[in-house]
Structures are given as structure tokens and as C-alpha cells.
């Protein structure tokens, strides 16, 4: 027997082993495919995007919708609450001038011939002004209270205390207008007057401003509460201070 070993056919010079082949190629392609996938510094990736008519529609109505908040956002800005401005600004605004003005009106009446001296309160000799206030606040009261199942009477006595013109107007609204409203919607009013000034008298002519609160009540409803001011012209009419002149300020 011969200890000759045979050993495999060898291969032609030059000749890879294919499963060698197939190592080699199977370890460099993930170096490859890292390099390709890896852009370098100096390369630039192109991203293509692709716009669909759904996107370009949902990108419109965002930028509508941006644009419509902001306006209402101006809008909102430029908007005066004129009920507040008017709650909070021009009614006590107003109150202060109408006090300012009663002030001044008391003051002139105080520096003139009748207020330099302390007002007469014998009833021989009572002052004109004096006299003029107490009959313009008792008459203003007079003129706006009634109650729907005496307001005919009421008023009526309230026109007595009136002169000239203005009580020929106060008959007509209250003929027309106040007594049937009253007596058909059951209405009722109070009113209260917590000051008046002089703003000029003399004995047969005064101006008086007075201040009014009035409380209306209307069926079974709450009552409604409103405060005004109004200038009253008196005349002296045989003896009387009658109203003349009835003017809101």
C-alpha cells in the first residue's frame, strides 16, 4: 500500500475560489451601500415633495382662516363697547357736570342781592327765592305721581300749579296719553326731589334747577328707577308760584 496521500486537483493559476468570490463581494456591498447612502459635505439632497390638490386646498383655507381671525382680531380692537363707555364713562360724567352746575348755580345765588343775605323765613316776608325752590320741588313732585285709580284727579290738581303755554301742553299729554295709559296698564309713579338750586329769582320771576328721581311701576312688573334734572321757570301769578317752563337738561 502506498503512503502517498492524493491531493486535490489543483486549480488553474489565476483562478479564484468562487465561494472566496462570493465572501468578498457579500462583505464589501453593506461598505457600499452605507457609502451610498451616506451623503458626503459636499453633496446636495434633492427632496422632491410632491404637492396633491388636497394639500394645496388645505393649505388655502389655513391661510383664510389666519387671515379672517386676524381681522376679527382688528375688528375686536377698533370695537367700542359704547354701553359700557357709556355706563362707566359719560353717565357719571354727566352727574358730575349737572353737580357742578347745581354748585355753581348755588354760589351765584349766594354772591347775588338775595343770597347776601340769610333768605327771610317769616311768612310776611319770605324771600323769592326761597318761595320759588319750595314751589318747584312741591309742584315737580306733584306734576309726575300718580296712581292708576286716582291719576285723574292727581293730575289734574297738578295743572293747577302750572301757567301760560306749558299748562295747556300738560293737559294735553296727560288727557291723551298718561291718565288712559295709567288707568288701561295699571301704572304708578313716585316722585322724590333731594335738591333744587336757584339758579335766578326775583319777585315775579325765579329759575330753579331741580333734581328728579322717579320710580314707575307697570302691572306686576318691578319697579324702574331713573333720575334726571330739569330747569324750572316760575312766574308769579296773584300771589301763586306757578311753573311755566318745564326743560330736561
Not at 292727581?154 to 300738560?170: E, H, P, V
Request: overall charge negative.
Amino acid at each position: 500500500m502506498s503512503n502517498r496521500h492524493r491531493m486535490p486537483a489543483g486549480r488553474p493559476k489565476g483562478e479564484e475560489d468562487p465561494a472566496e468570490v462570493t465572501e468578498q463581494a457579500t462583505a464589501e456591498e453593506p461598505t457600499e451601500t452605507a457609502e451610498a447612502a451616506a451623503p458626503t459635505a459636499d453633496e446636495t439632497v434633492d427632496v422632491e415633495v410632491t404637492e396633491t390638490p388636497d394639500t394645496a386646498e388645505a393649505e388655502a383655507v389655513d391661510i383664510e382662516e389666519a387671515e379672517a381671525a386676524d381681522e376679527e382680531t382688528g375688528a375686536d380692537k377698533r370695537k367700542v363697547n359704547w354701553p359700557r363707555v357709556l355706563a362707566y364713562g359719560v353717565l357719571p360724567g354727566l352727574a358730575l357736570v349737572l353737580a357742578l352746575a347745581a354748585g355753581f348755580a348755588r354760589w351765584e345765588y349766594l354772591s347775588s342781592d338775595y343770597g347776601a343775605m340769610p333768605p327771610a323765613v317769616s311768612d310776611q316776608n319770605p324771600s323769592p327765592a326761597l318761595e320759588s325752590m319750595n314751589a318747584a320741588r312741591d309742584s315737580t313732585i306733584k306734576m309726575l305721581s300718580y296712581k292708576p285709580d286716582t291719576v285723574d284727579q292727581q293730575l289734574n290738581a297738578a295743572r293747577d300749579l302750572l301757567t301760560g303755554d306749558f299748562r295747556d301742553s300738560y293737559t294735553s299729554l296727560i288727557t291723551d296719553v298718561v291718565i288712559p295709559g295709567a288707568q288701561q296698564k295699571q301704572i304708578s309713579a313716585v316722585a322724590s326731589v333731594p335738591a333744587v338750586a336757584s339758579v335766578s329769582a326775583d319777585p315775579k320771576h325765579a329759575v330753579v334747577l331741580v333734581f328728579v328721581n322717579q320710580t314707575v311701576v307697570v302691572g306686576q312688573d318691578l319697579p324702574s328707577d331713573t333720575a334726571s334734572s330739569v330747569r324750572v321757570t316760575l312766574d308769579k301769578v296773584d300771589g301763586r308760584w306757578l311753573i311755566s317752563e318745564f326743560e330736561p337738561v
